[in-house]
Every structure is written in C-alpha cells, then in structure tokens.
Nanobody
Framework: QVQLVESGGGLVQTGGSLRLSCAAS????????EGWFRQAPGKEREFVAGIKWSTYYADDVKGRFTISRDGAKNTVYLQMNSLKPEDTAVYYC???????????????WGQGTQVTVSS
C-alpha cells in the first residue's frame, strides 16, 4: 500500500521560511517523480515544484522554493523561503512514474499540510 505523509506546515510571518517533508512508503521511490502542489480556498490545485532527474518550479516560486529528496529516507522536501501571504494554501505531495506539472498525471497523493503566511 502506497502512503505519502506530509509534515512541516504551520503559521509563519511574511518573509519567513518553512520546510515541508513528504515521507513515502510502498513504492519504488527512486523510480518515481514527486511533485508538490497547493490549493488555496476557492482556487484550483496548482503545481509548485517537481523532481525526478531534474527539478522544476512554478514561475511564482522560482528562487524562493527548493525541492529535494533523500533516497535513503524515501523523503522529498520543499524548502520555502521568503514566504508571502499568497503562498497560503494546503500543500500536497504526489508521486507519479513520470514527471508532470499536471496534477491529473499523479497517481498517489498525501493528505496535505496547511501553510499559512500572515502579513
């Protein structure tokens, strides 16, 4: 059974940092692409960052967010710096055999973790 479990969300002030973690089990971690998506209230889920052989970012997080993964721990991370109120959302990690920025291409999803950035 595949499980993705996110952690690390919370409340932070504008300009602050958070690091999200996503621990994966039940899949061949190194063979999968992982992605981070987010969904704010009243908005559609959107791509934030992805990783497989390379890293990929949405334009509005480039230079502020960094995705990485530790194969030994089966964990993918999202380091978020210079946070803005518009980054407030529920953040989800997801896994797919192939990289994509389209959420519909991802088979497995975590439960999400709330990130709130206060102004």
């Amino acid at each position: 059974q595949v499980q993705l479990v996110e952690s690390g969300g919370g409340l932070v002030q504008t300009g602050g940092s958070l690091r999200l973690s996503c621990a994966a089990s039940g899949l061949a971690f190194r063979s999968y692409a992982e992605g981070w998506f987010r969904q704010a209230p009243g908005k559609e889920r959107e791509f934030v960052a992805g990783i497989k052989w390379s890293t990929y970012y949405a334009d509005d997080v480039k230079g502020r967010f960094t995705i990485s993964r530790d194969g030994a721990k089966n964990t993918v991370y999202l380091q978020m710096n210079s946070l803005k109120p518009e980054d407030t959302a529920v953040y989800y990690c997801a896994a797919s055999p192939h990289y994509s920025s389209n959420s519909e291409d991802y088979e497995y999803w975590g439960q999400g973790t709330q990130v709130t950035v206060s102004s």
